[in-house]
Antibody, heavy 122, light 107 residues
Framework: EVQLMESGGGLVKPGGSLTLSCAAS????????MNWVRQAPGKGLEWVSS????????YYANSVKGRFTISRDNAKNSLYLQMNSLRVEDTAVYYC???????????????WGQGALVTVSS | EIVLTQSPATLSLSPGERATLSCRAS??????LAWYQQKPGQAPRLLIH???NRATGIPARFSGSGSGTDFTLTISSLEPEDFAVYYC?????????FGGGTKVEIK
């Protein structure tokens, strides 16, 4: 069974930093592209970042570029999102999501974790 | 950036009725479009990929159609568990984008 479990969420002050982790199990993690998607309270979904299976290609939304860093450790079946210079508008539930396999493409998202809440507030 | 516009924002229907949800892209995405269902307090679930292909385990009452800029998600006969918010998402161009969502509520 595919499982994705986020951790590391919490309350942080504006300008602060936080690192989210996503532990993957039940599939060949090292073969899959992975993603972070967020959802502000009461709002819609926003793609944040994607990383290919071997970390060769990394993509960011303009809203987080230069502040967030996505990474992965295939030996540990883990995905990470380091978030720096956090803003109030970064407050959201952050989901880890697996890309459906599509040759030559990041794909859409076929499995999702339950999410980690990040609250940025003074 | 490709903007996806979903309509209507809210759809009020009764169980057993047919639901038709629309997603329009600001430029062509070919058939690189997916649909997701999200219930309160839950993560989204992939329903349809590549505009018209049901994801694994998705009931046949869900169907998708369209290409280019205009897409439709149809639920042929609403079950009680289908009342939720539905999002479309394109993977044709970076950045990946989602529509604003359509809430299907019980009338």
């Amino acid at each position: 069974e595919v499982q994705l479990m986020e951790s590391g969420g919490g309350l942080v002050k504006p300008g602060g930093s936080l690192t989210l982790s996503c532990a993957a199990s039940g599939f060949a993690f090292s073969s899959c592209n992975m993603n972070w998607v967020r959802q502000a309270p009461g709002k819609g979904l926003e793609w944040v970042s994607s990383i290919t299976s071997s970390s060769s290609y990394i993509y960011y939304a303009n809203s987080v570029k230069g502040r967030f860093t996505i990474s992965r450790d295939n030996a540990k079946n883990s995905l990470y999102l380091q978030m720096n210079s956090l803003r109030v508008e970064d407050t959201a539930v952050y989901y880890c999501a697996r890309s459906r396999f599509v040759p030559g493409s990041i794909g859409d998202f076929d499995y999702w974790g339950q999410g980690a809440l990040v609250t940025v507030s003074s | 950036e490709i903007v996806l516009t979903q309509s209507p924002a809210t759809l009020s229907l009764s169980p057993g009725e047919r639901a038709t949800l629309s997603c329009r892209a600001s430029q062509t995405v070919s058939t690189n479009l997916a649909w997701y269902q999200q219930k309160p307090g839950q993560a989204p679930r992939l329903l349809i990929h590549d505009a018209s292909n049901r994801a694994t385990g998705i009931p046949a009452r869900f169907s998708g159609s369209g290409s280019g800029t205009d897409f439709t998600l149809t639920i042929s006969s609403l079950e009680p568990e289908d009342f939720a918010v539905y999002y479309c998402q394109q993977r044709s161009n970076w950045p990946l984008t989602f529509g604003g969502g359509t809430k299907v509520e019980i009338k």
